[in-house]
T-cell receptor, first 110, second 113 residues
């Protein structure tokens, strides 16, 4: 399995602003998944983008994938206090093991 | 409601006292796995199971056992817990081979004294 590397490690924004975080990975993938974890709670799946897709939207979330650069980005628009969380990207190949990186910690200030 | 449940949610125990953390899913998922989360180390996979009676080691299997006798249940067993197993544990499941999105349980906070 391979691990995604999220950047930046931490991000602090004002409520209503957009938040962008990036993910890089090393080898070819089947899909890439983004998860959110509110403090001490279980991870929640946000969005899955397949290797043949370039962009995907879900509500206020926009994910892009550039397989040539082995990178992805997650944009959260019009952020809210409830978006305060850690965000993880998980690149998936055709194996059964999963690895999580350190994530990006987002703090939304009121 | 589709969900992954874990029990107990909180557990304080002593070194060497065997314990089991249960995990159950009601989505008929084939794939299940266990993770531990520690500050600064992120989420690390302990064991996973591709289907009934099929399990394999993740990145940090030492000190843990699992079993998958039924599709819906995937208990995590600590035969002789030690303080370095103090952690936040998550169970997760997914529909098929594991390439699908994971559904996580709420977590079990374990303290071993």
């Amino acid at each position: 399995s391979q691990q995604g590397e999220e950047d930046p490690q931490a991000l602090s924004i004002q409520e209503g602003e957009n938040a962008t975080m990036n993910c890089s990975y090393k080898t070819s993938i089947n899909n890439l998944q983004w998860y959110r974890q509110n403090s001490g709670r279980g991870l929640v799946h946000l969005i899955l983008i397949r290797s043949n897709e370039r962009e995907k939207h879900s509500g206020r979330l926009r994910v892009t994938l550039d397989t040539s650069k082995k990178s992805s980005s997650l944009l959260i628009t019009a952020s809210r206090a409830a978006d305060t969380a850690s965000y993880f990207c998980v690149p998936r190949s055709n194996d059964y093991k999963l690895s999580f990186g350190a994530g990006t910690t987002v703090t939304v200030r009121a | 409601e589709a969900q992954v449940t874990q029990n107990p949610r909180y557990l304080i125990t002593v070194t060497g006292k065997k314990l089991t953390v249960t995990c159950s899913q009601n989505m008929n998922h084939e794939y299940m796995s266990w993770y531990r989360q520690d500050p600064g180390l992120g989420l690390r996979q302990i064991y996973y199971s591709m289907n009934v009676e099929v399990t394999d080691k993740g990145d940090v299997p030492e000190g843990y056992k699992v079993s998958r006798k039924e599709k819906r249940n995937f208990p995590l067993i600590l035969e002789s817990p030690s303080p370095n197993q103090t952690s936040l544990y998550f169970c997760a499941s997914s529909l098929g081979t594991g390439v699908d999105e994971q559904y996580f349980g709420p977590g079990t906070r374990l303290t071993v004294t």
